[in-house]
T-cell receptor, first 113, second 113 residues
Framework: SQTIHQWPATLVQPVGSPLSLECTVE??????LYWYRQAAGRGLQLLFY??????ISSEVPQNLSASRPQDRQFILSSKKLLLSDSGFYLC????????????FGQGTRLTVV | GESVGLHLPTLSVQEGDNSIINCAYS??????FIWYKQESGKGPQFIID?????DKRQGQRVTVLLNKTVKHLSLQIAATQPGDSAVYFC????????????FGKGTMLLVSP
């Protein structure tokens, strides 16, 4: 069966510091990969998605970037964090092009101080 | 995005009652819909899905109803239990897309014993 791993679970970073969150998927190949952000008490906002290695689509222009160096690895990065980058970040994947559910990681709670 | 910027509405019910959570989706071209349950500090988990060629689908204690005329989706939970307390999100997937899900605002369900 497919699994998704996301780390770290929590992170406290100072303003202006870099960020790297990693997500890996196991048990499948060529998944579609996604990064979502969730502010406290809010809904889910799609940040990036990828349909293949090196292919990244950005949904919302911002201080963040994403990369997919390997088929089942998705990385969310920032060169300089802002206070507004605080939130709950979720990695997810779907299988193939057909309409299927998204499977989510357990999330990373990022606090920028 | 639609899911960002608003506090979550809350539905409070007594244990044993039936709960109905509603969702209005945005795109008439969407052909696949999912309900997710998100417990505090965790990633969303799949509950039930429905395709646009159906208007009702039942699972274990849950039923999803789809009204395409008014672009409305509902989740019914029978005999609600305290363990059902969570935030519930609907998600839609546009036809022909790469399974990029657009999430609704979410509803917090609070179940009192």
């Amino acid at each position: 069966s497919q699994t998704i791993h996301q780390w770290p679970a929590t992170l406290v970073q100072p303003v202006g510091s870099p960020l790297s969150l990693e997500c890996t998927v196991e048990g499948t190949s060529n998944p579609n990969l996604y990064w979502y952000r969730q502010a406290a008490g809010r809904g889910l906002q799609l940040l990036f998605y990828s349909v293949g290695i090196g292919q990244i689509s950005s949904e919302v222009p911002q201080n963040l970037s994403a990369s997919r160096p390997q088929d089942r690895q998705f990385i969310l990065s920032s060169k300089k964090l802002l206070l507004s980058d605080s939130g709950f970040y979720l990695c997810a994947f779907t299988l193939g092009r057909q309409n299927t559910e998204a499977f989510f990681g357990q999330g990373t709670r990022l606090t920028v101080v | 995005g639609e899911s960002v910027g608003l506090h979550l509405p809350t539905l409070s019910v007594q244990e044993g009652d039936n709960s109905i959570i509603n969702c209005a989706y945005s795109n008439s071209a969407s052909d696949y819909f999912i309900w997710y349950k998100q417990e505090s500090g965790k990633g969303p988990q799949f509950i039930i899905d429905i395709r646009s060629n159906m208007d009702k689908r039942q699972g274990q204690r849950v039923t999803v109803l789809l009204n395409k005329t008014v672009k409305h989706l509902s989740l019914q939970i029978a005999a609600t239990q305290p363990g059902d307390s969570a935030v519930y999100f609907c998600a839609e997937n546009r036809a022909g897309g790469y399974s990029t899900l657009t999430f609704g605002k979410g509803t917090m369900l609070l179940v009192s014993p």
